[in-house]
């Protein structure tokens, strides 16, 4: 019987798909990595019967890394970045996700992805043949592997894409993969400088990285220049004849100038309305007018109706939307389309949507006087974003619900009528002067009766005046006004400019946005205004001063119509990225060479780090006290050595009894991250440059291996870790003889509370024969001893020594041998 293996993106949308496939009948089992579930059925396939293995990836497989010491901030000048090798590594090692795949594929016949599909998703089937090449024979092979194109999570959908197999497009996969490349050399070749030269000598940047992105900092500049033009606004006053005639209702009259800027000007025009007391009817006009209805739902109009309407940031809302796509309830919400297919079944939504308790009754009204949907644009990408599935809210989450109810919503808007209105305007002439009154009455709200919150405004007819008519004048008065600056961008104007000028896809400018808002480049405001901050003000201007091509948008859109084009095959991948990276380089290198212009506006802005912060501890150079900055990054600076050390994100820093490291002098600092949190200490001078080549960086003593000092790994660890593959629980002092813990070292969270009101712990050289463990020694005061025999001091296996195990609270001891430290 002939085997096929199925990968999809996401282990939910893998079940999705497998359940349509099979018709439910399925099983299901664990894969290996334990991450990725594997549903297995018979079907039929090529006219055979065939076996179906369908699991998952979790995105990507593959990320793009510099090669081994390309990776250090410390020893690589970043104008090596530009030409130093890459690899390919995988993107989260804990699942094996390559291993998992090869595993799964032994034995197979064929391949058939299920990659969303965009074009990151079709780089990601070529790192699922690249995985599984060694298990499947010519896997680059059409006869071999597979593409399954499909928009919707529907059984119609799926089995559709399953009788029309496509092959993997490898264009699409290489603009990706030159995309990828052109980030990575140019974000952090500028990123790593940017940042140690200006975090090297200001305090107050808030902010942990100073990056730079070929997409996010045109981003960034759109923003910083709607600040600009509010700050360098200079209001003018202007003047305005206001007229009412009539009485109940009064009618407050336009003037046709609409407004002056001379106030003598305008008092000549005021005292020549003001010699009449009555104003005659020169003309009337009433016609009919339409608003048209939506066209159909793209991914861009989606992220601008969620944050201009829903109050729900584009990042936030792609990232609900794509959960409700796996969900089956809503089409693929990544497309550019806006146009529905000749062949869409308009009909059957509508259909699916009239139970809803919701908007069911304006589903049953469209569907007896349906409307063609306005022509669009079609990028051939995928159809426009429509429900597939009727959700009641009870079933979703909030958010969730208001971004499905606005897709319901908008899809019925598409098929309705466009709203009409009747506009009423009445001219009046006053001593030669001219003035309208204009008035609105509703016809047939249309689209708007589902669209509620597009509704009609003002819906007045007013006083219906015929030519001739002569109409008292109840007030006259000339209003003295100022012109004001424009608001800050919003979130949903910034998608329209970005979308103009073509600064990312339809997938990438909500993360674009969030990184601005994450590096505290700009802060949202109310009505999701986007304001910049000191940082990201004066990093725009710096661009501004030294290269304005790195901030406008020029050149990512035009590298972006390169990537289209080597995704449509027009181009020459390794030409269109050789290319780009020179111009890049020389770019860098020039912002290099003249770096002072933008240093002259950060010094003008922030405080230096000599003027900042509090002293805290001793430098071991120097025996100066160093300045503790509190700001992000967290850092100590010594302004004799001018030495900058960073120190852990969060958390608190306080000096560690004023012990020293005993390989450079300079004077330990504890960190913890609250009362119950982790906490350690550390040697600055070590946190920043490891001793010892298996120390990692950015760690404190209790990843030291130094062999006898006594803060030190060695001398303080006890065992592995009964949580995590690679921490070490290690005794936490900092805190004694108040509190005494045993603290994983690793990323994992595992903290054991021990020896309560003991008066010192210390762990000994001899190691338990049953587990392997470091033994300790718990010496306690007399009043205070917990032995039951009145003995002050025990040495024993924390986790094996029966007179230990009740003074360790939170810890459960595994069946699994815990090694020996060495």
Request: with cysteine.
């Amino acid at each position: 019987m002939k085997v096929a293996l199925m990968v999809a993106e996401k282990p939910s949308l893998a079940a999705s798909l497998a359940t349509i496939l099979s018709n439910g009948k399925c099983s299901v089992r664990k894969g290996s990595n334990n991450a990725c579930s594997v549903h297995e059925w018979v079907g039929h396939f090529k006219g055979e019967t065939t076996r179906f293995k369908m699991t998952s990836v979790c995105g990507h497989i593959m990320g793009l890394e510099f090669v081994g010491k390309y990776n250090s901030w410390d020893k690589v000048d970043p104008a090596e970045l530009f030409s130093c090798p890459t690899e390919k590594k995988e993107s989260t090692p804990n699942l094996r996700m390559p291993y998992f795949l090869s595993q799964e594929a032994r034995g197979c016949d064929y391949l058939i992805l299920w990659l969303d599909c965009d074009k990151e998703g079709e780089n990601i089937c070529f790192e699922v043949m690249a995985a599984v090449s060694g298990s499947i024979n010519n896997v680059s092979s059409n006869r071999v592997t597979y593409r399954a194109k499909f928009s919707a999570i529907t059984d119609k959908d799926i089995k559709y894409a399953m009788d029309n197999l496509i092959h993997p497009n490898e264009n699409e996969a290489k603009s990706v993969d030159a995309r990828q490349e052109l980030d990575l050399r140019i974000g952090c070749a500028f990123t790593r400088f940017q940042t140690r030269f200006f975090q090297g000598k200001y305090a107050d940047l808030d902010s942990s990285l100073i990056s730079y992105g070929p997409c996010q900092t045109p981003t960034l500049g759109f923003c910083v220049q709607r600040h600009d033009e509010i700050q360098t606004f200079k209001p003018e006053t202007f003047w305005y004849v206001q007229v009412s005639v009539g009485e109940n209702p009064e009618v407050k009259l336009e003037w046709h100038r609409v407004r002056v800027f001379e106030k003598e000007i305008a008092c000549i025009y005021l005292n020549k309305v003001k010699e009449h007391k009555e104003a005659v009817v020169e003309a009337v006009t009433s016609k009919e007018q339409a608003r048209t209805r939506p066209q159909a739902l793209n991914t861009v109009e989606l992220m601008r109706a969620a944050s201009a309407g829903l109050g729900i940031g584009p990042h936030m809302a792609m990232q609900i939307a794509e959960k409700l796509y796996t969900r089956g309830y809503i089409s693929y919400p990544r497309t550019e389309t806006t146009q529905y297919p000749a062949n869409f079944d308009l009909n059957g939504v509508v259909k699916l949507l009239q139970p809803s308790n919701e908007f069911g009754e304006e589903a049953k009204a469209i569907a007896r006087d349906m409307n063609t949907p306005r022509k669009g644009n079609d990028v051939g990408d995928h159809p426009p974003i429509t429900p597939m599935k009727l959700a009641l809210r009870h079933e979703l989450e909030s958010d969730s619900w208001r971004v499905y109810d606005y897709i319901c919503r908008h899809f019925l808007g598409t098929i309705s009528r466009d709203l009409k209105y009747r506009s009423h305007t009445t001219k009046f002439r006053i001593a030669g002067e001219l003035f309208t009154a204009t008035t609105s009455a509703l016809i047939d709200p249309g689209f708007t009766k589902v669209m509620t919150w597009q509704s009609f405004g003002k819906n007045e007819l007013g006083h219906q005046y015929t030519v001739g008519d002569r109409v008292k004048i109840s007030d006259i008065r000339l209003v003295e006004s100022q012109t004001g600056p424009p608001d800050y961008l919003t979130e949903s104007e910034l998608i329209s400019l970005m979308e103009k000028h073509g600064i990312g896809t339809d997938a990438s400018i909500p993360v674009h946005i969030n990184n601005i808002c994450q590096r505290n480049y700009v802060a949202i405001g109310g009505g999701r205004t986007l304001t910049p901050t000191n940082l990201g003000i004066v990093l725009v201007h710096g661009y501004q001063k030294i290269d304005p091509e790195l901030v406008l948008p020029t050149m990512r859109s035009a590298l972006e119509q390169q990537l289209n084009l080597i995704a449509h095959g027009s181009a020459d991948y390794r030409l269109v990225l050789k290319h780009a990276v020179e111009i890049f380089r020389l770019k860098f290198l020039y912002f290099v060479q003249n770096i002072g212009n933008m240093d002259m506006l950060f010094e003008a802005t922030f405080s230096s780090l000599c003027s900042s912060g509090k002293s805290l501890s001793r430098c071991g150079k120097c025996r100066r006290y160093m300045k503790y900055i509190q700001s992000k990054p967290a850092r100590l600076h010594c302004s004799t050595c001018d030495e900058t050390y960073t120190l852990p994100v969060k958390g608190i820093i306080r000096v560690y009894r004023e012990l020293k490291c005993p390989l450079d002098d300079f004077e330990l600092v504890a960190w913890t991250n609250g009362a119950k949190g982790k906490s350690f200490p550390l040697c600055p001078y070590c946190y920043n440059h490891p001793p010892f080549r298996d120390m990692p960086k950015s760690t404190g003593c209790n990843s030291c291996p130094h062999p006898t000092c006594a803060h030190s790994l060695t001398t303080l660890g006890v065992s592995s870790c009964i949580e995590c593959d690679r921490g070490v629980l290690v005794l936490d002092c900092t805190m004694a003889p108040k509190t005494w813990r045993l603290v994983c070292n690793g990323l994992c969270d595992v903290i054991i509370s021990c020896f309560d009101d003991a008066v010192k712990v210390t762990v000994e050289g001899d190691s338990c024969e049953e587990c392997g463990a470091q033994q300790v020694t718990a010496i306690y005061k007399q009043e205070k001893t917990p032995f039951q025999d009145g003995v002050t001091e025990k040495k024993g296996c924390i986790f094996c020594f029966a007179d230990f195990v009740p003074l360790v609270s939170g810890l459960h001891r595994r069946s699994t041998h815990l090694s020996l430290i060495t």
